[in-house]
């Protein structure tokens, strides 16, 4: 998953996704259903065209005989760590039995209900209305509905690996497209379990749909809302990114793939999820009107995310568990070097200049050098404790420590191998070896990946860099590169991050421990003004707070419910880090040699594990 902020223009809050796995054990029967003959499970959606607040969900389990059962729903969504409560969003929840008579239904958990059945079917009806999500904005209103899954269906206990279908009641004038297959009118689809069913997205309503070809593999952009932009150049952006990535794994693995794209007119943020095959994301109006070249970042993240999470995934990511939080040290791999992924996409197919990574890589290091517990935590402890630790955290990101230690393995791969073994090789090697075995990887899994590909001991790295918390080696790594590299700091008078939305500046997010939160700011709170100055966009908040002396009070005036508040804050300060990298005027012939190898994704020679190359030509971009 990618969340992008508005501020500083770039990238710079994300959250962790994880991965969805179709294959899922046998797991035990519930009690309840006919042995031998498996329960038919058939869903039927219909919105609320009244005031397009929920939708009317109905669930047909046929084939049970009388016991109880257990439906629930997930408390995360795959993808995003973090435990929900989707089961708030349903009401009038009620079932009933093939005669139409109640049966009864007793609530069990906060994500669970028991139904009595006395055989048969086993209908359960419920109204839910789904979630919000601030990066893809409202799943349901007068214009669409977004169905994605988790907050929306129920699953049946002990049945979460039987074939679904599910039809949908379009209101008047609707479209319907869907990543799943339709079976009969366009509106009634199939998923091979409960899993790939949350795992492919639906969305109906008013939208506009273009096809692209990878060979003959369809690839569709669905968009909704805004549409001042030049559409002919987003698909072909599209395409070059799409065909550089399927380049380097030498494969299309899927038969159809769908971009739901989400534009939201004068939003200057977004965000991603991926899916399986499609990724649903959410793009600001305002920055694709300038130009379509803003969603390639988020584009190449989502796509590369079909292999790196989906298909290349963590053991423990896999079937899910949707009761409880499920934990991995690695989504430094799955996430950040997903991240890495993009740049280099992009100037590997030649829609970024070799200036704009270089920049985008200064200032990832920049954001982690500025992160306070950058020399106290490490990555794989910032995986490890997500669901407690949460996305608003400013310290350790494993996107961005993740997406430096993919860029230093890279070039340290190629330099100890004589530029012949390189990241790609990696990711194609896991590909091979995990995702087309259809099993995860465990712990420990990347460095010996790593090791058998280049001969190499690379434990010093693993330990220091990935397992510890030292500083990471920048210049000696990217020297080998022919890149010189500097990095220095300053101190600015800052109260943490603080993120404030629309015209009257709701406050959605308030660093934890920051100085900010200690004031008691919170999340839904509207600002107003700083000592009696009217705030008006994050960056006059931010030049605001920097012209304060540290150590000094600041009187913050909010807006909580009917109130008007005064918050003293007491200003702290944060690091505020440059960075420069740039190719050295005078490089040896290897450290060149290598430069442009990696920026065009070259190795040289042969290498020695037998995985074909993807065979991705060098864009020509590669130009110093
Ligand atoms: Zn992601």
Not at 103 to 123: H, I, S
């Amino acid at each position: 998953m990618q969340i992008m902020d508005a501020m500083k223009s770039r990238t710079i809050l994300y959250l962790s996704l994880g991965a969805l796995c179709l294959t899922v054990g046998a797991g035990s029967r519930a009690e309840g259903l006919e042995r031998g003959r498996p329960p038919s499970i058939r869903y039927t959606v219909e919105v609320d065209e009244q005031e397009f607040a929920f939708l009317r969900v109905s669930m047909d389990v046929e084939n049970v005989t009388a016991g109880p059962l257990t439906f629930r729903l997930p408390r995360w969504a795959p993808g995003a760590y973090r435990i929900r409560d989707y089961a708030e969003n349903v009401r009038q929840l009620h079932a009933v039995a093939q005669d139409g008579s109640p049966l009864a239904v007793q609530r069990v958990a906060e994500d669970g209900w028991q139904v009595r059945a006395r055989g048969e079917l086993v209908r359960v009806e419920y109204e839910v209305e789904p979630a919000y999500e601030t990066w893809r904005g409202r799943a349901l209103d007068s214009t669409h509905a977004l169905i994605e899954g988790p907050d929306v269906f129920l699953y049946l206990e002990g049945h979460k690996e039987d074939p679904v279908q599910v039809s949908y009641h379009l209101p008047d004038g609707w479209r319907i497209t869907s990543a799943l297959d339709a079976v009969r009118d366009s509106t009634v689809y199939v998923a091979d379990n409960y899993d790939a069913l949350i795992d492919a997205p639906t969305e109906m309503g008013l939208f506009r749909r273009y096809r692209v070809y990878l060979g003959e593999k369809p690839v569709d952009l669905v968009f909704r809302g805004a549409d001042g932009f030049a559409a002919d150049s987003f698909a072909v952006m599209v395409k070059k990114i799409c065909a550089y990535e399927t380049g380097l794994f030498g494969e299309t693995p899927f038969d159809k793939y769908v971009f739901f794209y989400n534009v939201f007119p004068g939003r200057r943020s977004g965000g991603g999820l991926e899916h399986r095959n499609s990724t649903v994301i959410g793009l600001a109006g305002t920055r694709l009107a300038q130009s379509v070249l803003s969603a390639a970042e988020v584009t190449a993240h989502e796509f590369f995310h079909l292999w790196n999470v989906k298909r290349i995934r963590p053991a423990v990511l896999g079937p899910f568990d949707y009761t409880r939080e499920v934990r991995t040290r690695d989504l430094w791999f799955s996430e950040g070097v997903t991240s890495y992924y993009e740049g280099l996409t992009l100037v590997r197919s030649g829609l970024w200049t070799v200036q704009r990574l270089l920049r985008e890589l200064a200032f990832q290091v920049e954001r982690h050098q500025e992160a306070a517990d950058r020399r106290s935590v490490s990555v794989e402890q910032v995986s490890w404790n997500i669901w407690e630790r949460g996305y608003g955290h400013a310290g350790v990101s494993y996107y961005v420590k993740g997406l430096l230690l993919g860029w230093l393995l890279d070039l340290q791969m190629r330099h100890v191998t004589d530029n012949r073994v390189s990241l790609d090789d990696l990711m194609r090697f896991m590909n091979e070896h995990y995702a087309r075995q259809n099993k995860g990887f465990r712990h420990g899994d990347i460095q010996r990946a790593v090791e058998e590909l280049t001969g190499r001991d690379f434990s010093d790295f693993f330990r220091r860099y990935v397992a510890g918390t030292e500083d990471l080696p920048y210049r000696e790594v990217l020297g080998y590169a022919g890149l010189d590299f500097f990095l220095s700091s300053r101190w600015l008078p800052d109260i943490g991050r603080v993120f404030f939305l629309g015209p009257r500046h709701r406050v959605v997010l308030v660093q934890r421990g920051s100085a900010a939160e200690q004031a008691g700011l919170q999340a839904g709170d509207y600002l107003l003004a700083i000592e009696g100055e009217r705030i008006t966009t994050l960056a006059e908040f931010k030049r605001m707070i920097e012209e304060r002396k540290v150590g000094s009070t600041i009187k913050l005036r909010v807006r909580r419910g009917d109130e008007e508040l005064v918050l003293p804050v007491t200003v702290a300060q944060r690091e505020d880090a440059q960075c420069v990298i740039e190719p050295k005027a005078d490089p040896t012939e290897t450290e060149h040699a290598l430069l442009v190898d990696w920026l065009t994704g070259r190795v040289r020679g042969p290498s020695s594990h037998g995985i074909p190359h993807g065979g991705n030509k060098p864009s020509g971009s590669g130009k110093l």
